[in-house]
């Protein structure tokens, strides 16, 4: 089994700043890409950043310039830091990670995992 679980959400005022934080626990030998998604009620899910393995970044436009991504790859965990905050970046924001882990038998094999999402709301 393998989870991931991110912390870090909560209720922020326009132009403030929030870093949210995914742990990857369980069985797993190799973590190769860890990314932020978010998602609002009606709105499919959408890509906010990602990393690999190897330290490379990708965000979406909307959040280019105010967001970075990063890893310690000694805790096996993903941050991202959210400054200027604005109404548009409210939503329920999940941790995703594309990983190498195991069946039975030892099989191995590459999964994408998700956290449980956790919420950041922006409002005066």
């Known amino acids: 089994q393998v989870q991931l679980v991110e912390s870090g959400g909560g209720l922020v005022q326009p132009g403030g700043s929030l870093r949210l934080s995914c742990a990857a626990s369980?069985?797993?030998?190799?973590?190769?890409?860890m990314a932020w998604y978010r998602q609002v009620p009606g709105k499919q899910r959408e890509l906010v950043a990602g990393?690999?393995?190897?330290?490379?970044?990708n965000y979406a436009d909307s959040v280019k310039g105010r967001f970075t991504i990063s890893r310690d790859n000694a805790k096996n965990t993903v941050y991202l830091q959210m400054n200027n905050l604005k109404p548009e970046d409210t939503a329920v924001y999940y941790c995703?990670?594309?990983?190498?882990?195991?069946?039975?038998?030892?099989?191995?094999?590459?999964?994408?995992?998700w956290g449980q999402g956790t919420l950041v709301t922006v409002s005066s």
């Open positions: 990393i690999s393995s190897g330290g490379t970044t």
């Open positions: 995703n990670a594309y990983l190498g882990t195991y069946k039975e038998g030892g099989f191995r094999y590459y999964v994408e995992v």
């Open positions: 369980g069985s797993f030998f190799s973590i190769e890409r």
